[in-house]
């Protein structure tokens, strides 16, 4: 019982991995010793490969892979692995508390943000049975898993999620999303049901919550008018192209610094968006059309079928356009009927 309290207090507690592994290994020749930590970047450099460390030492890539799988079975021997058992445990339990399945990136992230103490994890992870690694292109990322975990439970989850998705076509924030997934009649843990989409290739969460299919552009948009088009469509309102770059970068739907200029570039020769004035674009499906203010009024008139108050034109116009009154009336005045006190038509010839 005190030695199950002794392990949990360490399991808790802020450890270095890297001073257990040392302390572990240093019975080891010192070339395994360096060896090891190049290859999984335990040194605090970028981890390297076979070839790479094979050409310090001047041995072959499959001696230098010979060697590394010799230091795991020394650290799978009973006596070994009572040294590292607080780092074994640590790592079992970060997994356990995530419903026994993770992305490696997430684990690593989890247990410390030191590059040298996510190598040793990644090195520990080589040397046990109780928790494995797990991958499948396109479907699974890479991932780690306790020993026992039913992939197959985990792939139901997902198959319910992607028809529904596919169903819908359309994105969902968290809590709707399980909602949806339980209303038809998959009775699940909240927290476990978004531990495992965490892990899905085919679904995923956008930079602004909302989980869709990884393929579609709404959550993973390619190119400026894709992460343009999701931006507006969050926002919900026309933005000027400059805001647009800048929530893009906000956002970090880009890598690299979106420059205002080429967001407008994009825009103008794309019918999704229409210039609204002064720099603004809104999405042509909120109801706006491409033209100028006299284009415009000329649509709202027509649309009317009779004469309309200067009033209610200027607010109907100023509903697409951001433009000031004033121009609104100049381009009234001078290219339609006045009919009566106050009101317009259009001519016959605009």
Wanted: charged share 35%.
């Amino acid at each position: 019982m005190e030695k199950n309290k002794d392990l949990k207090n360490l399991i808790e507690a802020e450890f270095l991995f890297y001073g257990i592994l040392k302390k572990a290994v240093s019975d080891l020749p010192e070339r395994s010793q360096e060896i090891i930590k190049m290859r999984f970047g335990i040194s605090g450099e970028s981890p390297q490969t076979l070839e790479a460390i094979g050409g310090r030492y001047q041995i072959s890539r499959e001696r230098v892979r010979q060697i590394i799988r010799e230091i795991i079975n020394k650290i799978k021997h009973e006596e070994k692995r009572a040294l590292l058992e607080p780092a074994f445990a640590k790592i079992k339990f970060t997994v356990t508390q995530n419903n026994g399945i993770m992305s490696r990136k997430s684990l690593l992230n989890k247990l410390s943000e030191d590059s040298r103490e996510q190598g040793v994890v990644e090195f520990l992870l080589n040397c046990t049975d109780e928790v494995k690694s797990k991958k499948e292109k396109g479907i699974l990322k890479d991932s780690v898993v306790i020993a026992g975990f039913n992939l197959n439970y985990w792939k139901e989850i997902i198959e319910q999620v992607k028809l529904m998705l596919e169903e819908e076509k359309k994105v969902f924030k968290s809590d709707h999303l399980f909602e949806k997934v339980f209303d038809r009649g998959a009775k699940r843990d909240r927290k476990e049901f978004f531990c495992h989409l965490s892990v899905s290739e085919e679904i995923k969460k956008n930079n602004f919550g909302k989980w869709g299919l990884a393929h579609w552009s709404e959550i993973n948009p390619k190119g400026t008018r894709e992460k343009t088009f999701l931006v507006m469509k969050e926002i919900k309102k026309p933005l000027h192209y400059s805001k647009v770059a800048n929530l893009i970068e906000d956002y970090q739907l880009s890598e690299k610094s979106v420059h205002p200029q080429t967001v407008h570039n994009e825009l103008i020769k794309d019918d999704r968006f229409v210039l609204v004035g002064r720099g603004k674009y809104a999405l042509s499906e909120w109801g706006y059309k491409k033209g100028t203010v006299k284009d415009v009024l000329k649509d709202v008139l027509n649309e009317r079928g009779k004469p309309m108050e200067r009033e209610d034109i200027v607010s109907e116009v100023l509903s697409l356009r951001d433009v000031k009154a004033s121009t609104v009336v100049v381009n009234l005045n001078s290219f339609f009927k006045k009919v009566g006190e106050d009101k317009y038509t259009v001519k016959k010839l605009v």
